[in-house]
């Protein structure tokens, strides 16, 4: 998914009229600093949602957010080992 797609999903979870909970904010803060991270976290929230609520999953969101948690701690990692 490139910065475009990625901007076009967190807006349309992110968008004022889908309310402003602390998780809302947080996504909103997070977005302007790391979109990948913020796309893994929203898929997480979504699953916590689905999962609360008796819904069905999708298995893309599964992979999707998998992909993005990959690419999220891909900087942590090559940071950790410079350190070394």
């Not at 004022?16 to 803060?29: I, V, Y």
């Not at 600093?33 to 999708?58: M, P, R, S």
């Amino acid at each position: 998914m490139n910065q475009l797609s990625c901007i076009i999903f967190l807006a349309d979870t992110l968008e004022p009229g889908k309310g402003d909970n602390a998780e809302s904010q947080h996504l909103r803060q997070l977005s302007k600093e790391n979109l990948f991270q913020a796309v893994w976290l929203t898929c997480d929230y979504t699953i916590k949602h689905l999962l609360g609520t008796n819904c069905l999953i999708h298995p893309k969101i599964i992979l999707t957010r998998n992909w993005f948690l990959k690419k999220a701690k891909k900087p942590e990692d090559e940071q950790k080992m410079k350190q070394q």
